[in-house]
């Protein structure tokens, strides 16, 4: 070239890289003037709820001055905001008393995403394509007004569908009373680790159809079936919590703690005692340690109460549970069987827990009955170091708007079967959070039913494979941008309603779901008349109703503290239920699909500690932080026992293909000694094909195994039911990403 | 001749192209991860926040510790009209300086607390009021401070306890239009004042 | 003042909180898979994990690892340029822009916790309005590790002398011991006898890590009792 192109080459690129952006160039910024006054370099601390799970433990937010990118009038710019910069437990709060688990500490990461839909979107492409247009609010609203406006006027209102997930608060009483004030059935709740086997069992021997709450602090002994309770199971904060002080929280005493499992758990871990059993056998355990404990007259058999009637052969002794008849079906051994029985009634107060694997087999009810039988005998319910319910509230006495239950739905199976064979097709179906295109068994077809329903809407913040699927999104604020609100249904001695105000002004042009059914109920042609003009005159109704707990009134005190906790009156409180007339349940030997000579494995697929069922694979932090029983980060990978490991040839890091009755996938080995050789466990989380920049196309995705085995009673899926076989069919190819410590820079990487 | 002029010119080429900066800060680090999806929804962006420079001129000004004395602000506000009338530095602007590490500078709301009412006829008051009016802020030109890489973290408020004058480290900015930084604040400025008034001097009290 | 830990190992579960509480009140940037795959994720503190015995019979131990604030440091004698050092409180101090990235101090440190940016982190937008500006952000060619959160030390030292009284034992948490939910971290003042992690570094279950380098670690462990 010559020398004056040269020269201005040069100083184009010269100019260029002086205006692109690795950082922030201070030359062309333009400021806009901040919505708030805030001090920078000061921290305030705000109240919160974390809302990634259903624990809902208390936050304290700490804030502080940010400058965020915006675009204002088609300008971009910087602008001061107040922003949450960190998570703390709040140290008042029942639940979780100060502290937080890993995936709460990263769920400020969820406000900042940069995937997160920060707009109304119209689906521009074909279904699935995910290709959106933005829309105004408005224009949003009037569509799906309009979408339901035509469901009412053709009569068609049983046609309006609401998929959610597990949650007991205040928003879900409202979703229900506005399907219910419609004419549609109750929402549809989806989950892959949802234990409604347990609440049913619950309801059935004591009348509660909750969780249960876990008065550790004050427990000397703790036996555990199969829950990973300090890790990812039920209220893990305040579990953990109790589990600090059950070892080390009272001067001369230390609790013990038995954990009954076939693949150690991160609790497992911590166990003084590990005791594998074979799957699906935990329920007869539990029974033969209640007939050692009968038997040797260390508990009346009477103890077993309401619990104790619902088990076949309780009044009779429970002959057929005898310490040999145990260990054969068992694999525990008799004398173990005996001490632990002993140990179990003479450490008092002593508490059984199930939950997890032992409950998705298809005898998990029954497992279930049998723990409560054994902790009614041991009696421990409601009594200090037991097992407790903790309080609900009844929000039909509390919001008086919210009486009236919607019709009940089916479960989600059964609605994919009715939308395949065409008898029952929702017409418009309304996406709260639920991801069912990844969490549900193939063999349930829910992509291929969805696929079928004629306008879908997603409420998401995110784009996962199930809201992929969406016709209309109409994005809700991030937890600390809106009212966070939770009501526990465990982890709690006393009743609790987490509640807190916006930690900080919206990032982006998302709206509160809440409000946004509120304003569609009001913009119908035949409007809901829900008696609430927005979310925030709901909570304040329902929290107000709550007693007082100082010199405050409750509902000034509640958005300080971020919460409300204390004792509920009689009146406030939904009431136990009385005992079903019900014939008594007896020990059916669990159904694995899959036979054994082709498929020789159990396979368990795990909730992992960073992504629970996977909803939480998108939060970076997440993904880098190495498991706890593996140390792997950003991958999948399958756990082996070791003989099982040699006898088909697989070395640690290999790749095999585990394949099921649904399927094949293949992934990296992880040979670990704490799983029984007949299991093969792989962690949840992973293999979105869809579901933001850190976790597409990430790892597998062991749902794609699971038959849809389901357990006998609840219809609930067995997830722990399915067999496998594994092949090996290479050499480590780096998929597998370990963060090694010490030999981090060495050849260790997979 | 001319095999030497084709070889220079290509060495030239190379260096300069990688002075001015055309390939930017990328160009010393290879491995800096990328965002995976390039499928984007309306409203999502692809930027990034990094630690890198803007630029490499950027960069070797922090290098070198160099730092204009006389910033053009993109607004000249005269120190002299307000001091003279009486309105200490924390009063309206500076405001945090006393309970936390950094002073602040204001937002054009501070401003228009009291120019709502006062000289409203200036014509740089009429600016700075449609400013206000048109949600633009002033983009303050940093002044004092010190470039990222040495890690000064400086907190304010102990030194407004300390009854340190702000002239000393600001220099006489009550007698100027636009701040400058009049005084040098090099390492040895702050070390020889700590050691004088028995403050603290290790590494970890300014640096960490 | 002689800051210091003790872990009981008996309360911690393994659970991680302490990992993501670091990062997040750290400002440790994620460096992703591919990076991470190299051996450069950061973490200041880990969970360490001993399997003992073999299936039946098998045994899990957790241990949460951070920057021992070594009294006898092996990482500050080999510092050229004095970017690790003691400070009279106790601390094992990494000054960023002393740092000119020899990484002798990684080499020399027994526990591994010392970590180097190989190039300079990024965060994607808007995650870094997450950022605490509290903490420094490292940039490449620096050695990070876990400080015991100097800046909440920093911080509540000022404050307490601000208010005119002393700083009270509990008052100063960092990041770790603040979200454990066993809370099984204990930090603070080893000069004072009376202060909970003095009292627990006493106990009979009391111990250090790699005590034989003769590295005289600010933290004790507690064992584990089964």
């Known amino acids: ?245 059950m070892r080390q929280g009272r001067p001369g005493i230390r609790g013990l703690f038995v954990q009954v499992e076939s693949r150690m758990t991160q609790t497992g871990a911590n166990a003084d005692q590990w005791v594998p059993v074979k799957p699906g056998t935990e329920g007869v355990l539990a029974l033969g340690l209640a007939h050692v404990i009968v038997a040797g007259k260390l508990r009346p058999a009477s103890g077993g109460g309401r619990a104790g009637a619902l088990i076949d052969g309780w009044s009779s002794g429970l002959g057929s549970f005898a310490p040999e008849q145990v260990e054969t079906i068992t694999g525990v051994a008799a004398a173990r069987v005996e001490r632990l029985a002993r140990e179990l009634a ?86 709260d959070g639920a991801n069912p295109v990844h969490a549900a068994p193939k063999g349930w077809r829910v992509r291929e039913a969805l696929e079928k329903v004629p306008y879908i809407v997603s409420f998401g913040q995110f784009l996962d494979e199930t809201a992929a699927l969406s016709d209309l999104i109409l994005p809700d604020h991030s937890f600390l941008e809106t009212w966070a609100e939770a009501l526990p249904e465990s982890g709690s001695l006393s009743a609790v309603a987490s509640v807190a105000p916006a930690a900080m002004m919206p990032l982006h042009q998302t709206r509160g779901t809440e409000d946004l059914l509120l304003d569609v109920g009001r913009r119908l042609a035949k409007p809901l008349n829900l008696p609430w003009e927005n979310f925030e005159a709901l909570l304040t109704e329902s929290v107000s109703a709550l007693p007082t707990t100082s010199t405050f009134d409750t509902w000034t005190e509640a958005q300080e503290k971020g919460g409300w906790w204390g004792t509920l009156p009689a009146a406030l409180t939904t009431p136990a239920a009385p005992a079903a007339q019900i014939r008594p349940f007896a020990y059916l030997e669990p159904q694995f699909d899959g036979d054994a000579g082709q498929f020789p494995l159990h396979f368990l697929p795990y909730a992992s500690s960073a992504f629970l069922d996977g909803s939480l694979a998108h939060l970076p932090w997440l993904q880098e932080m190495p498991d706890p029983l593996t140390s792997a980060m950003w991958s999948s990978w399958i756990e082996i026992n070791p003989t099982t490991a040699a006898k088909l040839g697989i070395r640690d890091g290999d790749i095999v293909e585990v394949a099921s009755s649904q399927g094949t996938l293949r992934t990296a080995v992880i040979v670990s000694p704490g799983i029984a050789p007949d299991l093969v466990a792989m962690p949840a989380g992973q293999g979105h094909q869809t579901f933001t920049r850190y976790a597409s196309g990430r790892g597998e995705n062991p749902v794609e195994l699971l038959a849809p085995v389901t357990e006998a009673e609840t219809g609930s899926l067995a997830w722990a039911a399915t067999r496998v076989r594994v092949t090996r069919v290479g050499d480590p190819d780096g998929r597998l990403i370990l963060f090694a410590g010490g030999s981090r820079e060495e050849e260790g990487h997979r | 001749m001319p095999l030497v002029g084709t070889v220079f010119a290509r060495l030239c080429l190379i260096l300069i192209l990688t002075l001015a900066g055309g390939l930017g800060c990328r160009v010393f680090e290879r491995n800096v991860p990328a965002p995976a999806a390039a499928h984007l929804l309306p409203g999502q962006t692809a930027d990034v926040f990094t630690t890198a420079r803007p630029t490499f001129a950027a960069a070797l000004n922090d290098f070198l510790g160099r730092h204009p004395v006389v910033v053009e602000q993109p607004f000249e506000f005269p120190h002299l009209t307000h001091a003279g009338r009486e309105i200490a530095c924390t009063e309206y602007c500076h405001e945090s300086v006393s309970e936390g590490p950094v002073a602040g500078l204001p937002s054009v709301r501070t401003c228009m607390s009291c120019h709502r009412t006062v000289a409203t006829n200036r014509p740089r008051i009429r600016q700075i009021t449609q400013m206000r009016e048109e949600g633009r802020d002033f983009a303050w030109k940093r002044v004092f401070g010190y470039p990222a890489q040495s890690h000064v973290r400086f907190n304010h408020a102990p030194h407004i306890r300390a009854k340190v004058e702000c002239s000393t480290c600001h220099g006489n900015i009550a007698s100027q239009r636009t701040a400058q930084r009049n005084v040098d604040m090099t390492m040895g400025f702050c070390v020889n004042c700590h050691r004088e008034r028995k403050a603290p001097d290790d590494c970890l009290t300014c640096h960490f | 003042m002689k800051w210091g830990m003790a872990v009981d190992l008996d309360r911690c579960d393994g659970c991680a909180a302490c990992v993501t509480a670091c990062h997040a009140e750290n400002n440790i940037s994620t460096v992703g898979a591919d990076q991470a795959s190299r051996g450069r994720a950061k973490h200041w503190i880990r969970v360490e994990r001993y399997w003992e015995g073999e299936f039946p019979d098998v045994r899990l131990k957790f241990r949460p690892v951070m920057c021992q604030h070594c009294e006898n440091a092996p990482c500050e004698p080999v510092c050229p340029t004095y970017a ?105 003042d080893l000069d004072d006898p009376e202060s909970a992690v003095s009292r627990l570094s006493r106990s009979s279950r009391g111990s250090k890590l790699l005590e034989d380098r003769g590295t005289k670690p600010a933290v004790t462990y507690l064992s584990r009792q089964s």
């Open chain 1, 346 to 431: 003479e450490l008092s107060p002593s508490v059984a827990i199930v939950g997890g694997a032992p409950l998705a087999q298809s005898n998990g009810l029954f497992t279930a009955l049998a723990v409560n039988a054994l902790n009614s005998l041991l009696g421990s319910v409601e009594r200090p170091g037991g097992v407790f319910f903790t309080p609900q509230i009844n929000l039909a006495s509390t919001a008086k708007g919210l009486s009236g239950k919607a019709t009940a739905s089916l479960p989600l199976d059964k609605i994919a079967a009715g939308i395949l064979d065409g008898s029952s097709v929702p017409q418009v179906l309304l996406l």
């Open chain 1, 1 to 245: 070239m010559d020398r004056r192109s040269f020269i201005k080459l040069t100083a184009v690129s010269g100019t260029s890289a002086a205006l692109a952006s690795c950082g922030n160039p201070e030359n062309e910024i333009i400021r806009f003037v901040p919505d708030e006054d805030i001090m920078p370099g000061i921290a305030t601390m705000k109240p919160g709820v974390c809302t990634l799970c259903a624990s809902g433990c208390g936050l304290s937010v700490r804030m502080m001055m940010a400058d965020a990118d915006v675009v204002r009038n088609g300008q971009a710019g910087l602008v001061r905001i107040h922003a949450a910069k960190k998570l703390e437990g709040t140290a008042e709060h029942p639940v979780n008393h100060g502290g937080l688990c890993a995936r709460g500490q990263a769920a400020v990461q969820v406000t900042y995403h940069p995937d997160r839909i920060t707009q109304p979107l119209k689906r521009s492409g074909d279904r699935g394509q995910a290709k959106y247009d933005a829309i105004s609010w408005d224009d949003a609203i009037a569509e799906l007004v309009s979408r339901l406006d035509a469901l009412a006027m053709a009569g068609n209102q049983k046609s309006l569908a609401f998929l959610t997930r597990h949650r007991r608060s205040h928003r879900a009483a409202l979703v229900d009373r506005f399907l219910a004030a419609y004419g549609a059935p109750g929402a549809v709740a989806y989950e892959l680790f949802h234990d409604d086997v347990l609440r049913r069992a619950n309801a059935l021997s004591f009348g509660r159809e909750q969780l249960p709450t876990f008065d550790l602090p004050n427990a000397r002994y703790v036996l555990s079936f199969g829950a990973d309770f300090l890790g990812t199971w039920n209220s893990p904060t305040s579990q953990g919590h109790g589990y600090g002080l």
């Open chain 3, 84 to 188: 690790s050092h003691h400070t009279a409180d106790g601390l094992n101090a990494q000054v960023y822009n002393r740092c000119i990235g020899t990484r002798y101090c990684a080499n020399a440190c027994p526990y591994n916790v010392r970590f180097f940016d190989f190039f300079n982190p990024s965060w994607d937008k808007p995650l870094h309005l997450q950022l605490n500006p509290d903490v420094s952000l490292r940039e490449v060619g620096v050695m990070e590790k876990c400080t015991f959160c100097v800046q909440r030390i920093k911080a509540t030292t000022i404050q307490a002398k601000a208010e005119d009284r002393p700083v009270a034992d509990g008052e100063i948490k960092p990041a770790c011991a603040q979200a454990c939910p066993a809370q099984a971290l204990v930090f603070g």
